[in-house]
């Protein structure tokens, strides 16, 4: 009997994006969705355990009715077994109320694994031995394997699955020491059939296919912010009777990030940009554009009603034109001011400071009469 | 450059014209309303407006509105040949907004479409760009009118009141730009940005109104921007901070949780025993007690026949020692009768004694024939004698017997009897002299004195005192006195004596004495009362030693009488508390046994009510750190750190541009404030020059050329009349039509005396009264000489009074 996992992690559920003041509902409920797209695939499939590898709260101060909600989402499961592993965002140090607020809700086959010890799966019909590494508070140099590593025997059972939060050396950067570093060494050293990570927002391995690899790490299910360019995804894994892995990313997230800059000559180049822009999923795209350059005089003018094109299209659009400028070139400036005239005079003076000049024509077309 | 030729099929309200330029003066004579305007702005659109439309420009806009058509033409076309150089060139133009075309048909006949070749060649082409075409060339009349008027009322009167500085503000602000409101537009950007804000430190104006203590109102962008970035910053540290104590609580709290389950599974477990152990702990007490008083009972019981005994032994002591002391009183008492004894036979002996030497002394005394009258008598007739030879004395004689025939002389002196003397010698009598010889006798009395009586006195006092002498037995007075103090001594001694004797009698007669004595005579003896009496003392106290011993052990008797009645209740109420003891051992072992590590079962219970104390306190120590634990967590943003550091990075670079905008602006003002004073320094000298040229004849030369100078004082503001040399109120001369007339026509002159050119002047003769008319004329005729001049009117009358082209509308 083969194993089927689904492997997610970090929804940071309760995040706020006051950034986002006019689309904060949408981001916060998509990490909700998202959950519950992944409990749609895992479902699809027939996936037998849903494995949360950290980070299913933001913060240890979730309300209750969400946290009502998550279970209820949760339990659209259809499979054996769900594992909740506490993160270092949503750590488990016995002081807070979130895990025990949790552990009231749930019916059964919810496991918080929240003790440094073995859980075995055998009452979930799994036969699998569970080993956890979980975070008892948000920063801390050493990872939580040593219990692990202290074992001196272990269940008789079919899989041996370890699930931990933290960074992974060498592919999540922990410049200071502060998540939990785990080497890949450290980890195969273990003898675990499979390693179940959290904490990064990246997924890793980076392939969306691949057979044979035992080390994964969730990355988001749901983009959350300007510096994740990846659309959200879990890990579908199937452990065969012979312990091979094969594993696909499966798709989960809801909205996008682009963060975008693009230099300008002409309204073409505009016009060519918003096109790509609109025709790649400009719905739920969640898009930061910076626009530099400098636009002949009568481009510049038109540019406006390209732009609303891209805010009509996109889920939410924000726009820095600052860099963004009518190109002053002698031929604009004979055109629109007398030969001699000092605005004539000041914007030739400053040719060599184009932000100037493009300054100085503006203010001066405002005074203009 | 010149215009040749002008066709359209329709442009605006004219249709299918066709017009021929030449050289100089062009007239366009033609009624109002019948397009005069719409032609020269067709000229202009065909030279300069670009076939496409663009409708969301101003000039596509206007374009549309006043030259397609009306109602609904979607197109207006034009066609001009003109002349530049020696080359002839043709613009095709057909505007619109979708089906545009347009074309500059080149000398060559080659014709060029592309809109950015066409730029190319118009720059070879045209000496200066379309604003100053349409500024200079093309403008109206009333254009220059409303610069002059516009520059007339600006604020700064003093600026404007030289040709000079006139001229230069009126070319400076050909295209409505007024200098004084960019100088403020820049003063007023500047200002938004950077109030309370000092741009060269880069920081806040005023140190103590930093991030701590920010203004809330007049400030700038830059300023809000930074203090919002740093409200950010110390957001985020308190964040940051909050975040740590609160994990550190976390843990704080977790080891004293930890803490409280280990203390309370110890409690636990000890608990179990407690209650038996406090069972024991009774039960031993209760041993100890019993055990305690068996002890002392034990050895009561042995005491107190002891005790009894050493009593009986005591008493017979004591009744021994009393009765010594018994003997010894009595033996006392012998001894004092014997000292007695002993104390009387003394006496009688001394008495004896005493009488014996009274006996001798009476016999001595008897020797003793003076009496104290006596000695007196003696001394009285001693005292006499002396008196008397005191006096006789005191009446002393001197004499010498000089001579003497007499055998003998005998001599009497004083009292003495007589004497013979010699002659020559010197002799003293006393009071009384007599010399006698055988044929003398001669008494010399002191006449001072009675001596016969005082010679009685003498002599009977001298023999009284000889036979007092004599009975008393002495030769002298002294010897008198001597023997009077012997016997004196030896009554005094006799005295004594007899004290003595009376003394020892002690009222008692002798008899008496020896009577006492003879009773004592048989006694026994016995040893010396001071030894007895310390013997006796010893015993004494030794009895009273006894005494006390007896009495503690009658007293300790008693008691053990009260608390037991008898040894015989005492033995057995001893027996049952032993078999007591033996019951509550037996007890002991059915309970619980105190673990090892405990001495006593006091030290268990100690330890258990310790360990529920310290319980107790991590419990509420606990409930403390928790408490803070929820309150920190409610303080802590909901906001991630990341979200807080991208807003961060957001605001820094917000602060930058502005910082940037702020440098930019500074950099304008700069360049703005130099380009005004070179054109200050500039000379306008030849706009000046023709300008006033223009004047001169407009005006009929009320003004002397050739005195020109850049900076007379030509007032050109009629709103005050100074007298100053030359003035020439320019415009008090009626209107300012003439003013902008010489002004058009030196700007124009100036910029296209290089080039050639043409100009259109659209009836700006029209407010000319005749005087001025023609001079205007006059001027207009010098400058077709040189340029191509297009001028518009309906007055057919103005055609004639120039020599031009005259094309009918």
Not at chain 1, 90 to 103: A, E, H, P, R, T
Not at chain 2, 48 to 60: A, I, R, S, W, Y
Not at chain 2, 187 to 215: C, H, I
Request: aromatic share 8%; charged share 35%; glycine share 4%.
């Amino acid at each position: 009997m083969s194993l089927k996992i689904m492997h997610t992690g970090d929804l940071h559920l309760g995040m706020k994006f006051n950034q986002y003041p006019n689309i904060s509902t949408e981001l916060e409920n998509a990490r909700y969705q998202a959950l519950e797209n992944i409990i749609r695939e895992a479902n699809r499939r027939n996936t037998d355990l849903l494995a949360i590898a950290g980070d299913l709260f933001d913060r240890a101060s979730i309300k209750n009715v969400k946290i009502k909600e998550t279970i209820s989402i949760l339990n659209g499961f259809a499979g054996d077994a769900i594992l909740i592993l506490p993160g270092n965002h949503d750590y488990s140090d016995g002081v807070s109320n979130l895990w025990s607020q949790f552990k009231t809700e749930i019916k059964g086959r919810m496991l918080i694994l929240d003790q440094e010890k073995i859980y075995l799966l055998n009452d979930f019909g799994i036969n699998a031995a569970v080993y956890p590494a979980p975070c008892d508070r948000k920063l801390s140099a050493e990872n939580r394997l040593g219990w692990i590593k202290n074992l001196t025997e272990r269940p008789q059972t079919n899989y041996h699955l370890l699930l931990a939060h933290g960074a992974l050396a060498g592919f999540s950067p922990d410049l200071n020491d502060d998540y939990f570093k785990m080497t890949e060494k450290e980890l195969l050293n273990l003898e675990m059939d499979l390693y179940l990570l959290g904490h990064s927002h990246l997924p890793y391995p980076k392939k969306e296919k691949l057979s044979g690899y035992k080390i994964f790490n969730n990355g988001t299910p749901e983009p959350d912010g300007m510096d994740c360019s990846h659309p959200g995804s879990a890990w579908y894994i199937e452990l065969n009777k012979k312990k091979e892995v094969e594993a696909s990313r499966i798709k989960t997230g809801n909205y996008h990030f682009s963060d975008q800059e693009a230099e300008l000559n002409s309204l073409n180049d505009l016009k060519n940009l918003i096109d790509k822009i609109i025709d790649s999923e400009a719905k739920t795209k969640i898009l930061r554009l910076r626009l530099k350059g400098e636009l002949p005089r009568d481009d510049f003018a038109e540019k406006d009603k390209q732009l609303a094109r891209l805010r009509e299209n996109c889920f939410y659009v924000k726009i820095d034109q600052n860099d963004l400028t009518i190109k002053i070139n002698q031929e604009l400036i004979t055109e629109e001011f007398a030969e001699n005239s000092f605005p004539f005079q000041l914007l030739k003076e400053l040719e060599d400071n184009h932000q100037a000049q493009y300054l100085a024509y503006k203010m001066l077309k405002e005074v203009q009469q | 450059m010149k215009i040749n030729n002008f066709s359209t099929e329709i442009f605006a309200g004219i249709n299918n014209r066709n017009y021929q330029f030449k050289d100089g003066l062009n007239i366009l004579l033609g009624d109002n309303e019948a397009g005069k305007s719409t032609v020269i702005n067709a000229i202009y659109a065909s030279l300069f407006v670009n076939p496409q439309l663009k409708l969301n420009t101003t000039e596509g806009r206007e374009f549309k509105e006043k030259f397609l058509p009306y109602p609904d033409g979607d197109f207006a076309e034009a066609e001009i040949e003109f002349q530049a150089g020696n080359n002839n060139y043709k613009f095709y133009k057909k505007w619109s907004n979708s089906n545009y075309r347009g074309f500059l048909e080149l000398p060559d006949g080659r014709r060029i479409e592309k809109v950015s070749k066409i730029k190319e060649y118009k720059n070879d082409i045209f000496p200066y760009g379309k604003s100053t075409y349409n500024n200079i060339v093309f403008s109206s009349q009333q254009d220059i009118k409303s610069t002059l008027k516009r520059i007339n009322a600006e604020e700064n009167p003093e600026l404007i009141d030289t040709i000079n500085s006139f001229l230069r503000r009126a070319v400076m602000e050909l295209d409505g730009i007024s200098i004084d409101k960019f100088r403020s537009k820049i003063e007023n950007e500047l200002e938004e940005l950077t109030k309370k804000w000092n741009l060269k430190a880069d920081a806040v104006q005023n140190s103590s109104r930093g991030v701590n203590n920010p203004y809330k109102v007049g400030t700038g962008k830059i300023y809000d921007s930074y203090i919002a970035r740093e409200q950010l910053r110390s957001r985020i540290k308190q964040s940051q901070i909050n975040e740590r104590k609160y994990e550190e609580l976390g843990l704080e709290i977790k080891e004293l949780k930890d803490k409280e389950a280990r203390i309370i599974a110890e409690i636990k477990k000890l608990s179990e025993i407690e209650s038996e152990i406090n069972q024991r702990a009774a039960v031993e007490l209760e041993i100890d007690n019993l055990s305690e008083k068996v002890n002392k009972m034990t050895q009561i019981a042995k005491k107190w026949p002891d005790l009894k005994s050493e009593l009986s032994k005591l008493k017979l002591n004591q009744e021994a020692e009393s009765k010594k002391i018994e003997k010894l009183k009595e033996e006392i008492k012998r001894a004092e009768k014997l000292n007695e004894k002993q104390k009387i036979s003394e006496q009688l002996e001394l008495i004896n004694t005493s009488q014996k030497k009274l006996a001798e002394l009476e016999n001595l005394k008897t020797e003793f024939t003076v009496s104290p009258s006596q000695v007196k008598n003696m001394e009285r007739y001693k005292n006499k004698i002396a008196a008397a030879e005191a006096s006789l004395k005191a009446a002393k004689l001197r004499a010498q017997l000089n001579y003497s025939a007499a055998e003998s002389i005998k001599v009497s002196t004083g009292v003495e009897g007589e004497k013979i003397i010699s002659e020559g010698e010197i002799f003293e009598a006393d009071g009384y002299l007599r010399i006698k010889t055988k044929e003398i006798d001669i008494e010399i009395e002191s006449a001072e004195i009675d001596f016969k009586s005082l010679k009685t006195e003498f002599k009977e006092n001298q023999q009284k005192l000889e036979k007092l002498k004599t009975k008393m037995k002495v030769d002298n007075l002294s010897q008198a006195r001597e023997k009077l103090q012997q016997l004196t001594e030896i009554k005094g001694k006799i005295e004594v004596e007899n004290d003595k004797i009376s003394e020892l009698l002690a009222g008692k007669s002798i008899e008496k004495l020896k009577a006492e004595l003879s009773k004592l005579a048989e006694l026994q003896p016995a040893r010396e009362a001071d030894q007895i009496r310390e013997e006796i003392d010893r015993l004494t106290s030794r009895r009273a030693d006894l005494k006390t011993e007896i009495k503690i052990r009658e007293n300790k008797i008693k008691e053990f009488k009260e608390d037991y009645g008898s040894l015989t209740l005492l033995k057995s109420e001893l027996k049952q508390k032993e078999n007591k003891i033996d019951i509550l051992k037996q007890k002991l072992k059915d309970l619980a046994s105190l673990p090892q590590k405990y001495k006593s079962t006091a030290e268990f219970i100690s330890n258990l009510k310790a360990r529920r104390e310290k319980r107790e306190m991590i419990n509420q120590k606990l409930r403390e750190k928790m408490n803070k634990h929820k309150e920190l967590e409610n303080v802590l943003p909901d906001t991630s750190t990341r979200e807080m550091e991208a807003e961060f990075k957001e605001l820094k670079q917000k602060l930058e541009k502005q910082k940037n905008k702020a440098q930019n602006l500074l950099k304008i003002k700069r360049v703005f404030e130099n380009k005004l004073e070179e054109m200050d320094q500039n000379s306008f000298q030849p706009l000046v020059n023709t300008f006033s040229r223009n004047l001169e004849i407009l005006t009929a030369g009320k003004y002397e050329a050739g005195f020109i100078d850049s900076d007379f004082s030509i007032k050109i503001k009629s709103s005050q009349s100074r007298e100053l040399p030359g003035k020439f109120e320019l415009l008090s001369y009626g209107t300012y039509d003439a003013a902008a007339l010489a002004l058009r026509l030196a700007i124009f002159d100036n910029l296209f005396s290089e080039y050639g050119g043409f100009i259109i002047l659209d009836d700006c003769l029209v407010n000319f009264d005749p005087e001025r008319r023609k001079k205007a004329v006059k001027l207009i005729k010098e400058y077709q000489e040189k340029y191509q001049i297009i001028y518009t009117t309906c007055d057919p009358e103005r055609a004639d009074e120039f020599e031009a082209n005259i094309i009918n509308i």
